[in-house]
């Protein structure tokens, strides 16, 4: 059983920048993707970023194209978020998760079979 912890979240304002990390330990296994998401009250855990976990290609939604970097140490088995440009509606929980799916269908969260407990990010306006 992999267990996943993410920390790095914290308040920042309008336009700055913040790096998420998800630390993967146990049984990781050999998940093809390692995928970010997040959530607000109320609302549905929504797709972020993803990667090949062998191959590292990444892949992000429109929302956060150009603003957002997926990356991962496998030596490590460590997964990031840096978020640039940020805005206040990226305030969400932020969760990493693995999927046994490969990355460029693992967009939903009913493709990843573990998650973390998530971390808060706040941006003020």
């Known amino acids: 059983q992999v267990q996943l912890v993410e920390s790095g979240g914290g308040l920042v304002q309008t336009g700055g920048s913040l790096t998420l990390a998800c630390a993967a330990s146990?049984?990781?296994?050999?998940?093809?993707?390692m995928g970010w998401f997040r959530q607000t009250p109320g609302k549905e855990r929504k797709w972020v970023a993803a990667?090949?976990?062998?191959?590292?290609?990444?892949y992000y939604p429109d929302l956060v194209k150009g603003r957002f970097t997926i990356s991962r140490d496998r030596a490590k088995n460590t997964l990031y978020l840096q978020m640039n440009s940020l805005k206040p509606e990226d305030t969400a929980v932020y969760y990493c998760?693995?999927?046994?799916?490969?990355?460029?269908?693992?967009?939903?969260?009913?493709?990843?079979?573990?998650w973390g407990q998530g971390t808060q990010v706040t941006v003020s306006s």
């Open positions: 990667i090949s976990w062998i191959e590292g290609t990444t």
């Open positions: 146990g049984d990781i296994g050999s998940p093809n993707t």
């Open positions: 998760a693995r999927s046994s799916f490969s990355a460029h269908v693992a967009t939903m969260p009913g493709h990843f079979d573990s």
